[in-house]
């Protein structure tokens, strides 16, 4: 349980970052520093991280916020885009 209330807040504060009004240069730097701080995770751990990523997504109730955090796997460059 403790794993998914981690991943929920990172997973919020990536999301809020990502769609609120902060300007372009500074909100990839932020991305890229959270995508880069997780980039050691072994393939287990990738894949148990996107499991609870989409997990976060679809308890979400805002349709805007819900739409960013599904696209999080991608925007963290866990997942390639199908």
Not at 7 to 20: E, F, G, H, M, P
Not at 33 to 39: K, P, V, Y
Not at 51 to 80: I, K
Request: cysteine-free; hydrophobic content about 50%.
């Amino acid at each position: 349980m403790l794993t998914l209330n981690v991943v929920r807040a990172l997973a919020n504060l990536v999301v809020s970052i990502d769609v609120r009004q902060i300007p372009e240069p500074v909100r990839s730097d932020l991305l890229n520093d959270a995508a880069g701080a997780l980039g050691d995770l072994t393939d287990a751990e990738t894949g148990e991280l996107v499991a609870l990523l989409r997990q976060v997504a679809e308890e979400e109730p805002d349709p805007e916020r819900r739409t960013a955090l599904t696209a999080l796997p991608e925007t963290l460059g866990f997942v390639v885009a199908e």
